[in-house]
């Protein structure tokens, strides 16, 4: 039976600062009636715009369309978030009824005949409407958005359209539980001294709270989170230990029965090929790169195969390290996937006398987050100040209030750091508020999750503090943006221009000067010693063909199956995926970074035909990291502003193309990135 409205936190007015959503009394039957509200009050704004008196206009319709449906924006934030961060079997369900609803509301707003007229007639307008730039690029986008979610298809070809993208957002939905599902329900139990053979103390501490986190009493449990699963695969001695947990990392959503995500890879993979016919694309690759800097597949080719190709010479040499330090070790056996980190981690202490058991103790988390706002503050002038007395919907989460050099708020910022098994793996930045100006003022809510392995106290490897840098750089995207249209806010700019505020701020983190201010040793106090700092500095270069490599074989993967012509010719996916790798000589021992079957970047996530993304934003990254170099400072002030002002705060509002050459004044080049990888020369 629906709750009363007195009952239901949701459907009544939301009192906290910043407007967070009252998260102590939230339970998961609240939101479909919450849902039914809000969908219901958004549908009525439509109408009334689709059906205003007045002849259509940039204001009363474009800038109407971005005020409305606020209210379910920020109710469709808190539930997407609760279903990553903290979910429960009962939310779950929620989430699954839910998709289809969702996903054929957008639809039928998408393909409002009446409601697309008004912003046609607008847009064939433009030119002598004299709107301001970012007037104007909203009305572009926003008939963009419309004609790529079918508005000017057929009336028989927008119901199909429309039967598609409500299937696949069950699907995709399905496919993410199923890889929680794997995940929460795996560990590998350490309880003899030999199983924690070659463990360092971070790690035994992290797989005790681990195992109690899951009930599993006095023992030591390897789970599947990354921050956990990988130092294991570092430092354990046992072989036989470290394959059982590699091929369980490896294997998730590829087990026979209800959790299997095969069977979903190949349906969605229809779909999409499907809904990109309906819009005249000869596959969904085609389709998605046509709203994408790349423009086209063969522009993600020249880049994928430029780095690849350089990346396997290199990984070459890299592999003639490891296999020198495990003959002088006595070892013999051929290196496996389930090895290579290992032997790694004695190629570095051996040839740069780095230990990650050395130098966890100089990167505690609370310092590592400390050094994050430190560099925003010497950036952009930003302040963080706790607000602990702010109810969030777990008690791991922070909130700190952000205010400028002048004081003023500039927005709130939650970081939500440790792994737990209501949580999806990975790392992410989200929100609760998108910054606007349209209708009222609106100061944004960010989120940064990571998935670190909690310890007493969580030390971070080198890996990942760039993790949190990274999450921390699409969180002051989203913070500083400075837009009047929600829908241009922050983040929601092209998928291959987003990564480059994160990817450019992971550059802070390994910088000397930001090392010796805030990597001190959890015990002693001590600062990193400069030597160390050296050492960390020249191993940075190392390993970087191994997931260079593991990088562009899962781009390489998802540009093929998204660009196969017959996606229901394919029986095995997974055996499809080793057929592409193998004849792109990918070395079995260096693997990929995400199969198929859990690769939720593609098929519960927004990045079908786009995890090039990364690579292509680290052309831009490494190349914006070249204004600083050139200005002889990493926190050149002028340099600094010039990045806010051009790319931080614009969000969607300029070109991606034209908003980097506003900060760098030309296109950008390959070149600083294959010397920044090592592999110029490669």
Not at 154 to 173: F, G, K, M, N, W
Not at 228 to 233: D, M, R, S, Y
Not at 611 to 620: H, P
Request: charged share 25%; hydrophobic share 45%; glycine share 6%.
């Amino acid at each position: 039976m629906p709750l009363a409205p007195a009952a239901n936190p949701l459907l009544s007015t939301w009192t906290a600062p910043y407007g967070l959503a009252p998260f102590d009394r939230i339970q998961p039957a609240h939101f479909e009636p919450a849902f039914a509200e809000a969908l219901k009050a958004h549908r009525e704004e439509i109408e009334a715009i689709a059906h205003d008196p007045g002849a259509p206009d940039f204001e009363n319709t474009l800038a109407a369309l971005d005020r409305c449906g606020r209210r379910l924006g920020r109710l469709n934030m808190v539930f997407n978030n609760l279903c990553s961060s903290e979910t429960s079997p009962e939310l779950q369900e929620v989430q699954r009824r839910m998709a289809p609803v969702l996903a054929a509301h957008w639809s039928a707003i998408s393909m409002h005949r009446a409601l697309f007229a008004r912003v046609d007639q607008v847009h064939a307008q433009r030119a002598r409407l004299g709107l301001e730039p970012e007037a104007l690029r909203l009305l572009e986008r926003t008939h963009l958005g419309f004609v790529r979610a079918g508005a000017r298809l057929p009336a028989d070809a927008q119901e199909r359209h429309a039967q598609i993208v409500q299937e696949l957002a069950s699907l995709q939905t399905a496919f993410g539980q199923n890889v929680l599902h794997d995940e929460s329900a795996w560990a590998l139990v350490l309880r003899e001294e030999d199983e924690l053979a070659g463990l360092p103390a971070f790690v035994r501490s992290a797989a005790r709270a681990a195992a109690q986190q899951r009930g599993l009493g006095e023992v030591h449990a390897i789970t599947l989170s990354r921050s956990l699963i990988v130092p294991f695969l570092t430092f354990s001695e046992r072989r036989d230990l470290r394959e059982q947990a590699w091929r369980a990392w490896v294997g998730r959503g590829m087990h026979a029965g209800e959790h299997d995500n095969r069977p979903r890879v190949g349906r969605i993979l229809q779909l999409r090929q499907e809904q990109a016919r309906l819009h005249g694309y000869a596959n969904y690759a085609d389709y998605a790169l046509d709203d994408r800097m790349a423009r086209t597949p063969a522009a993600v080719d020249r880049l994928l195969d430029d780095v690849y190709g350089r990346a396997k010479a290199a990984l070459a040499r890299e592999r003639a390290a490891l296999e020198a330090v495990q003959r002088a070790a006595g070892g013999t056996a051929r290196i496996e996937a389930w090895d290579w980190r290992y032997w790694a981690e004695k190629v570095r202490q051996r040839d740069f006398a780095v230990d990650d058991a050395q130098v966890k103790p100089y990167f505690p988390l609370d310092a590592m987050v400390q050094a994050a706002f430190d560099c925003a503050q010497r950036l952009f002038g930003l302040r963080f100040t706790p607000r602990p007395e702010l109810a969030l919907y777990h008690p791991d989460a922070r909130a700190y209030e952000v205010h400028d050099a002048q004081g003023r708020a500039v927005g709130l910022f939650v970081r939500d750091d440790f792994a737990r098994p209501s949580k999806r793996s990975g790392a992410w930045m989200s929100s609760l508020a998108l910054q606007a100006r349209n209708g009222g003022e609106v100061l944004p809510v960010v989120l940064n999750t990571n998935n670190f392995a909690k310890g007493s106290p969580t030390l971070l490897g080198f890996d990942d503090v760039r993790t949190l840098f990274h999450e921390f750089g699409h969180g002051l995207h989203g913070l500083l943006s400075d837009v009047t249209y929600g829908d241009l806010a922050g983040t929601q700019v092209l998928r291959d221009f987003v990564e480059l505020p994160s990817q450019l701020f992971e550059h802070w983190m390994a910088e000397p000067e930001v090392l010796r201010r805030h990597a001190r040793h959890v015990e002693t106090g001590e600062a990193i010693p400069e030597a160390l700092v050296a050492r960390l500095d020249a191993a940075q270069k190392f390993g970087e063909a191994y997931e260079t490599v593991r990088y562009c074989g899962s781009a390489i993967v998802d540009m093929a199956v998204h660009r196969h012509p017959d996606p229901a010719a394919v029986d095995d996916w997974p055996a499809f995926e080793e057929q592409v790798l193998r004849e792109r000589g990918l070395p079995e021992a260096a693997g990929i970074n995400h199969r198929l079957a859990h690769f939720q970047h593609l098929f519960s996530g927004g990045y079908a035909a786009g995890y090039y993304v990364y690579l292509w934003a680290e052309v831009l990254d490494a190349d914006a990291w070249e204004a600083f170099v050139e200005a002889g400072s990493p926190f050149d002030g002028e340099v600094a502003q010039r990045l806010r002002r051009c790319i931080l705060s614009t969000g969607n509002s300029v070109e991606p193309g034209e908003a980097f050459r506003a900060f760098r004044g030309r296109d950008p080049v390959i070149e600083p990135l294959l010397r920044q990888k090592g592999l110029l020369e490669a």
